[in-house]
């Protein structure tokens, strides 16, 4: 967003300059009349960046630190607080630089008359599609403080889903961090020592130990680490560059819910995220297509995000959205089962908070049994890796002892 720059006149008499984020100068005026009792000239600022503006173009603002607005926000306006007034305190005590610049320009626009949602619709940084398409349905239907409270609920169980997930894959990446990390150590500093002694026993070594010491005498030359790091790099450059195209993301997204192992709980965690996110917005009055549109855009699984696109046209032509989603095969038929019972007795808000309910558990249940079954397995990896490397080095021994007796 672009920063402007103003002369202003404090409360206490005293006229200097204040830098503020703006679409345009008329907007940095408004903002900032609501601050200072005189606004002078405004102008736009150069390229030059100070550690505040490059702190604030690093930052992001995260799923939380929506939540914890969305929570504090709620109570504020079902304790009867001013619009205005709940957003000056909530800018003046957030964490975050991002959020906090735009509570301070949207602070200024619903001060000005315009209405929330629409000035949250100017910071899509911060407040997404979902974010804002709910916060409307809350001003229109007059219950905008439990629009927030459902948006907090949400984020909390979009969070907790997420860390769930995360925390399931955490483990293995770390231990093969590790594995790799003790493989490379050990051939470098380990078998060089070994080496040296081989070479002053004078004994033929085993298959195993000459191809050990191939490795370590590779891995000790000046040009490999510069050709295992760019092939890593140029491997990973390629990757994004395939999953950037339609394509690529397809088939990419195809695998991650077809993969071994991780492939039913992200499935799982999928289902979970539509159902959820469904249900939130059909409770708070969104219409069904722009529920299905909002959906599709935060899908963050191309797969999905097709299937609901093409369900979408089936139900705009008076189709019910579990036969549509059902012939895309993507649902688990027991989620099929509940969300036509919902639409069959009007409540198909309560019945995707039920499915969503149930495939949380579920994701719960897959990463603790997805653990169990890793942990074990990686444990017994890096030790025969280990062994491996041992018994590399000792076999040689091993023959010499034999010759000796």
Known sequence: MPQFIAEIKDSEGKIRKEKVAATSSEQARLILQNQYPTVGSIKRAGMSFSLAELSEMMTSVTVKDKAVFSRQFSVMVNAGVAMVRSLDILQDQCPNVKLKKALVGISGDVQQGTGLSES????????????????EAGEVGGVLDQVLDRLAVLLENMQRLANQVKSAMTYPVAVGALAVIVFFAMTIFLIPVFAGIFEE???TLPALTQFMLFLSALFLTWWFWPVLLGSIFAT?????????????RLQIDGFMLKAPLFGDLNEKNAVARFCRIFGTLTRSGVPILNCLDIVR????????????????????????????????????PLAIQMMSIGEETGELDSMMMKVADFYEDEVEQAVKALTSVIEPLMMVGVAAMVGVILLSMYLPMFAVFDELG
């Open 120 to 135: 949250m619709r100017k910071y899509p940084e911060c407040f997404d599609k979902l974010y804002v398409s709910m916060v």
């Open 201 to 203: 026993l004078g004994t």
């Open 236 to 248: 990973v450059t390629a990757l994004k560059i395939y999953y950037s195209t339609p394509a690529g």
């Open 297 to 332: 855009d935060i899908a963050g699984n191309q797969v999905i995000a097709d299937a609901v696109e093409r369900a979408k046209a089936e139900i705009q032509q008076g189709g019910m959205i579990s036969i549509a989603l059902e012939k895309e095969g993507i649902f688990p």
